[in-house]
């Protein structure tokens, strides 16, 4: 019998550290022979990706917030079905850059699009489908800008203001507080190696769960 692989995803504002901890996660559970496939949204397939750059072109015509909303939601509708799901089915553990708290926090609590309409077309897109864990980079939104400023030309959203920023930070905080279980908030703001421990011993435990 094949078992399925568990969808973990990493979350937090920018320059947080998520893409270094999923690498960190990755060689976490290859170490242990767990087969990991690694993948980002918006974006993971050709096609997602393509959208992903429609989403963060800065651009001089103002976006609509339901033009971004469903971009990313198609943008997810073509990642879940030709990516996650079947590498899920194939036994392998899926983990991602950002997923729908992602959406719930930027388009959610940056944008203050409705919460009930992000949760309808999540419904709609992924079914009941919900990531197994969430493992979520929580810092000052200034530690993560300050980190991520090295990098070159900004994005659409990085070029938002810091109160942008901190309503996404406080809805990731609101969201991972109905569900401890899921939601797993690891203190970005400590030295590297700290953080890197606990994700560490972190995804450890989750192979090594019952
Ligand atoms: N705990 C940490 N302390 C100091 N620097 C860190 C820490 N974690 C990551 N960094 C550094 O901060 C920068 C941003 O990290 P990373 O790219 O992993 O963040 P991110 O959350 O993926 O950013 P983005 O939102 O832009 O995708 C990198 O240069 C990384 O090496
Ligand atoms: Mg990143």
């Not at 290859?30 to 949204?41: A, F, P, Y």
């Not at 015509?61 to 990313?72: A, G, K, R, Y």
């Not at 709609?124 to 990098?151: C, S």
């Amino acid at each position: 019998m094949t078992s399925h692989g568990q969808f973990i995803t990493f979350e937090g504002t920018e320059g947080v550290g998520k893409s270094t901890q999923l690498e960190n996660a990755a060689d976490t559970l290859k170490s242990l022979g767990v087969d990991v496939v690694v993948t980002r949204e918006p974006g993971g397939t050709p096609m997602a990706e393509s959208i992903r750059e429609l989403l963060l072109a800065p651009r001089d015509e103002p976006v609509n917030d339901m033009t971004e909303l469903l971009l990313m939601f198609a943008a997810r509708a073509q990642h879940l079905q030709t990516l996650i799901l079947p590498e899920l089915e194939a036994g392998r553990w899926v983990l991602c850059d950002r997923f729908t708290d992602a959406t719930f926090a930027y388009q959610g609590g940056g944008r203050g699009v409705p919460v009930e309409h992000i949760a309808q077309l999540e419904n709609l897109v992924q079914g009941a489908f919900r990531p197994d864990h969430i493992v979520l980079l929580d810092a000052p939104v200034e530690t993560g800008m300050t980190r991520a400023r090295h990098r070159g030309e900004l994005d659409r959203f990085e070029r938002e203001a810091v109160d942008f920023f901190e309503r996404i930070r406080q809805a990731y905080l609101d969201r991972a507080a109905t569900d401890p279980d899921r939601y797993h908030i690891v203190d970005a703001a400590q030295p590297l190696e700290v953080v890197s421990r606990d994700v560490t011993s972190l995804i450890r435990g989750l192979v090594t769960r019952p």
